[in-house]
């Protein structure tokens, strides 16, 4: 029996291929290490009571990380470099993705570093701990040294800036809530970062003509975010557009159609949606794509007698795969950053309209968006597409407004120093429905809006909007931080 020839995706006829992973990508469980430290010179001083009270307060510190975090991995109190040599080899032997250090009291930089080089290359974050808030007033020395970890702190910080190495600082007390919530803010960003590690985007297409403001260089992206652009011909999405059936379409047309009202469209029209909503997700299925892009303008138009947005709804909603169109890369890593983040699919738009006495812009969609991201699913029409690019037929879109609530308005853009994000807290207004036949969105900003929008675009941003539920400003600027992404942050 001859044995099978493997070849490119853009070639074979099988699911098996040279240049794509047969099991996909997996997505890492994001592991958390916890190194807490105290001095041994200090036990001999203090005999009676200072090892056992520092080690109560780290057991302290580690019992409020595993509330918080389930993939968690800790140190016993490392108090000797023998210890740090153990720990440090128990962080690298569990491939730990960040480090959290708490000081249980002034800490020599040499013994921290010995654990920090075994574990290079991960986000540290120092945890700069004490009893409380206060200062006791009938304190003595030794329970300064309880506290003295900010002695530590200040140390090993000082060293770190010198050495040019990058870390975080959080300061608080044993049980400081806004301090969990800091840390818990930067592993969100390092899982954040993690998920879109090594995924697959197909983009089908190109960018539109003339949208030099979406141009981005995927080696680029590859460096900064590694993610992997996989261009895809546009003849592969028709292959599989002839693979599905009736009854396929048929089912899926059944469920949208008993889910939503609609307005404009036939059931012909859905039923040619369903019809290429499928074929998308068969392809996404067979080259292991974690996001796509297309560009459905004119030539797929044309050859399937409808449009891509009902597709790419469907797919979000149901695949776990973010979509964006026209080529638009840096919107749709901004998408997959929010999903990350905030586990609801983010709005595709275009800025619109301003409205001052709402102080908010329209974010117009492109029909990239989930019915979830409606009040309701009664607030959401089955309409026809409103732009119309040379076929016969209505295509098929979702008509909704974005709930009320707080938002982030997001976008990766490049710039002639590498790329730069915008970051804009804001609130999704509670707004009428308009009849678009386009997913929109209001959102209200706190700069006064002609000067919000006088300053977003001197500051060139694209003319595609990211608008996501919850506010992911924080964690999309420490996002920023760690992977050295120029920050404009407007609210």
């Not at 991960?122 to 003295?148: A, C, M, T, W």
């Not at 590859?222 to 895809?232: A, E, G, P, R």
């Not at 929010?338 to 595709?348: E, H, Q, T």
Request: net charge negative.
């Amino acid at each position: 029996m001859a044995e099978e020839i493997i070849k490119s995706f853009e070639e074979a006829d099988s699911d098996v291929f040279g240049d794509i992973l047969y099991e996909g990508r997996k997505k890492k469980d994001v592991k958390v290490g916890l190194l807490t430290c105290g001095y041994f010179e200090y036990w001999r001083m203090y005999p009676e009571n200072l090892k056992k009270n520092v080690s109560s307060d780290m057991e302290r510190v580690r019992e409020n990380f595993r509330k918080r975090f389930d993939n968690i991995v800790y140190s016993d109190l490392v108090d000797t470099l023998d210890g740090a040599e153990s720990a440090g080899n128990m962080f690298a032997s569990e491939d730990i993705d960040a480090l959290i250090i708490a000081y249980g009291t002034y800490m020599p930089d040499f013994i921290t570093l010995h654990v920090i080089n075994k574990v290079k290359d991960i986000p540290v974050i120092f945890y700069s701990v004490q009893n409380s808030d206060f200062v006791d007033k009938v304190g003595n020395y030794e329970h300064s040294l309880r506290n003295s970890g900010v002695i530590g702190i200040a140390q090993i910080t000082g060293t770190m800036r010198k050495m040019n190495r990058d870390y975080k600082v959080i300061v608080g007390s044993i049980d400081d809530e806004r301090a969990y919530n800091k840390v818990e803010t930067h592993i969100k960003a390092v899982k954040a970062i993690a998920d879109i590690k090594e995924a697959n985007i197909g983009v089908i297409g190109n960018v539109f003509r003339g949208m030099y403001d979406l141009e981005l260089s995927k080696t680029f992206l590859k460096s900064t975010f590694d993610v992997n652009v996989i261009y895809i011909q546009a003849s592969h999405l028709l292959a599989q557009w002839e693979t599905v059936t009736d009854a396929e379409v048929d089912e899926t047309a059944a469920k949208l159609l008993g889910r939503f009202k609609k307005r404009g469209v036939t059931d012909d029209d859905v039923k040619r949606a369903c019809k290429l909503a499928i074929a998308m997700e068969k392809l996404a299925k067979k080259f292991r794509l974690d996001a796509m892009c297309f560009l459905d303008q004119h030539f797929v138009q044309k050859q399937t007698l409808t449009t891509a947005r009902i597709g790419a709804s469907l797919l979000m909603e149901y695949s776990d795969i973010t979509v964006t169109c026209e080529g638009d890369l840096g919107g749709l890593v901004t998408m997959m950053l929010m999903k990350s983040i905030s586990g609801i699919p983010a709005l595709m738009g275009e800025w619109g309209e301003y409205d001052v006495e709402n102080n908010a812009s329209l974010i117009m969609g492109h029909g990239i968006g989930v019915p979830q991201l409606a009040a309701s699913d009664d607030r959401v029409t089955l309409t026809r597409t409103p732009e119309e690019w040379g076929f016969d037929g209505a295509g098929l879109n979702y008509e909704l407004i974005l709930k009320p609530g707080p938002a982030t308005v997001g976008h990766i853009i490049e710039t002639v120093n590498g790329y730069k994000m915008i970051i804009s807290p804001c609130e999704s207004v509670d707004f009428p429905t308009l009849q678009y036949d386009e997913l929109h969105a209001l959102v209200k900003f706190k700069t006064p809006i002609k000067e919000y929008l006088e300053k977003v675009f001197e500051n060139g941003v694209t003319h595609h909007s990211i608008v996501g539920l919850t506010d992911m400003s924080e964690v999309l600027k420490l996002v920023c931080e760690y992977l050295k992404v120029e920050v404009f942050y407007i609210d």
